[in-house]
């Protein structure tokens, strides 16, 4: 199907490429997660359970008077997906207020759940751009708790509630 011009071809190639660089984007971030720590003496934290699948983080995160997260960080073990999510989320929410880390929580969640998301103007952040890396789990929804699982417990920290579940 490769050729030059040859319209369906060349998109069924650019798709096929995409995918691959996605898995591999995931993959590195499940095999080699960023910000993978305890702190010395982490301000907020909750744990988060997936109990369907047995995912399970602990996000840590400490806030400034500015209500800026000037550290985030985790621990957990569970499958590819909810790692790699949970690496990725402390690199991007790492120097954004809370209400920037909600409203891309909002984001990332409609991304995995609405078949229609579009990335416009509103929400055309570089942030959620990278996370589209993720946004095929929405065609298998029992992996969408995986994604988010670290996002919700992010959020619970953030709001001072200790212990989350997906169920």
């Not at 030059?4 to 691959?20: A, H, P, Q, S, V």
């Not at 960023?34 to 983080?57: H, I, M, S, Y």
């Not at 570089?126 to 992010?154: D, M, N, Y």
Request: charged share 30%.
């Amino acid at each position: 199907m490769q050729g030059i011009g040859n319209g369906k071809g060349d998109l069924w190639l650019m798709l096929d490429e995409l995918r691959e660089l996605y898995q591999e984007v995931i993959l590195d971030h499940g095999k080699n997660p960023r910000n993978f720590r305890r702190p010395d003496k982490p301000k907020r934290e909750a744990a988060g359970k997936n109990p369907l699948c047995g995912d399970q983080v602990v996000v840590y995160v400490d806030v400034d008077q500015n209500d800026c997260i000037v550290d985030v960080s985790f621990l957990g073990k569970g499958c590819a997906i909810s790692i790699a999510s949970a690496s990725m989320m402390t690199e991007i929410v790492k120097g954004k207020s809370i209400a920037e880390a909600k409203a891309l929580f909002d984001d990332f969640r409609k991304m995995c759940t609405t078949d229609d998301f579009d990335l416009n103007d509103e929400n055309s952040d570089e942030e959620i751009e990278r996370l589209q890396v993720l946004s095929g789990v929405r065609q298998f929804p029992v992996r969408v708790k995986c994604a988010t699982l670290a996002w919700h417990a992010l959020d619970a920290a953030v709001d001072g509630v200790d212990e989350i579940s997906t169920e």
